[in-house]
């Protein structure tokens, strides 16, 4: 990666459409710094405008997320990556304060929780939104069942409720058989499952993962990444997912959030990430990934000339490349891009040749 820069980059975000729908979590010029006299920074435009090392001469102070603003519709999987050091851990326990933030609005289905007292805290994590950390936190002494039933115990559901609604995620994430193992006998993939059962248990509208999966092998990895895919399925749950892989970024994301120093440096799809990088630092980012698999019909599609034959097959614009390979260069005609009944552009071999063929994150 390039060297870190004090300059501020400019944002590329992806926000919702007009006219979408209202975003379930809704974030505005959020600021967290750590230091004294922290609520100096974000108030003050030369002290906003220092690199890291800068700032830190001058007061003492690291921000740790600046200036960050996005929004997650209703059942998106909204993905923040960045590297080490990047602001997304802090960013996501901002969310939920487990860290106060400095400055900015946190808006969770249309409440700012940023003023919210600690008994509406505790409300909002027991009902509304829950985490999946990293390091499981289970509970050695009780059995599966009990340990994601917990938070529904310190709801006060009764017993035969709560064993029945635990039952349930139990199965959901696939450990049926195991509810009466303990945590120590099983393994890291499985004990996983068990802290995303106990998110899912209390039935959140929104569930927060900081790095879930990072400590485990890459094959485990793999499937509960893959689980993941299935309970958004299934569930259609909310999710925003911390992660440094980009691999699992673009698996994972509907959008993806780009963190460098605390700052937003790019938002939107892995199709626009790929496709439309906003600087030499997410360019960076994504050149090994290959196009194919990531760019979508919308992304390499030609208008439609006079000379063209427009009674050709008909894909999606947002159908990936490596998905319409096949149809594209079986069919006799260009195919037709068409949304809403609406012709967008066409596709014919050489745009899918230009991107199969082509190096991964090249033009």
């Not at 959140?204 to 890459?218: G, I, K, R, T």
């Amino acid at each position: 990666m390039a060297e870190a820069q004090t300059e501020e980059p400019e944002r590329r975000d992806s926000p919702p459409k007009p006219g979408g729908p209202t975003p379930v979590v809704s974030v505005r010029g959020l600021w967290k710094v750590f230091g004294p006299k922290a609520e100096r920074v974000p108030g003050s435009a030369e002290l906003r405008g220092l690199g890291r090392r800068e700032l830190m001469e001058r007061t003492g102070c690291t921000a740790a997320v600046r200036d960050v603003g996005f929004d997650v519709s209703p059942g998106e999987v909204f993905v923040v990556m960045g590297l080490s050091g990047s602001g997304k851990s802090t960013l996501v326990r901002c969310l939920t304060r487990l860290i106060e933030p400095t400055a900015g609005q946190v808006v969770f289905e249309g409440e700012d929780i940023t003023g919210a007292d600690p008994g509406r805290l505790r409300e909002l994590r027991r009902s509304k939104f829950s985490m999946v950390f990293q390091h499981f936190g289970l509970l050695p002494h009780r059995q599966v069942l009990d340990n994601v039933a917990f938070g529904l115990e310190i709801r006060g559901m009764g017993r035969a409720e709560r064993s029945r609604r635990a039952m349930e995620v139990v199965e959901l994430v696939g450990l049926a058989g195991y509810e009466h193992s303990y945590p120590d006998q099983l393994s890291g993939g499985m004990q996983q499952r068990v802290g995303l059962a106990r998110a899912l248990a209390g039935d959140p509208d929104v569930l927060f993962f900081d790095e879930p999966f990072s400590a485990l092998d890459p094959l485990i990895r793999r499937d509960m990444q893959n689980e993941v895919i299935r309970l958004h399925r299934e569930v259609g749950k909310t999710m925003v997912f911390i992660t440094h892989d980009l691999s699992e970024a673009l698996k994972l994301g509907d959008r993806i959030l780009i963190m460098r120093d605390g700052r937003t440096v790019q938002c939107g799809t892995g199709d626009e990430l790929v496709g439309a990088p906003a600087d030499d630092y997410v360019r960076d980012f994504v050149k090994d990934v290959p196009r194919a698999d990531v760019l979508t019909l919308r992304r390499i599609m030609r208008p439609a000339t006079g000379g063209d034959a427009l009674d050709g097959p008909e894909l999606g614009p947002d159908v990936v490349v490596r998905e319409a390979t096949r149809a594209v260069l079986a069919a006799e005609k260009p195919v037709r891009v068409v949304e809403g009944g609406h012709l967008l552009g066409i596709v014919g071999d050489e745009e899918i040749l230009s991107v199969v063929a082509g190096h991964p994150g090249g033009a």
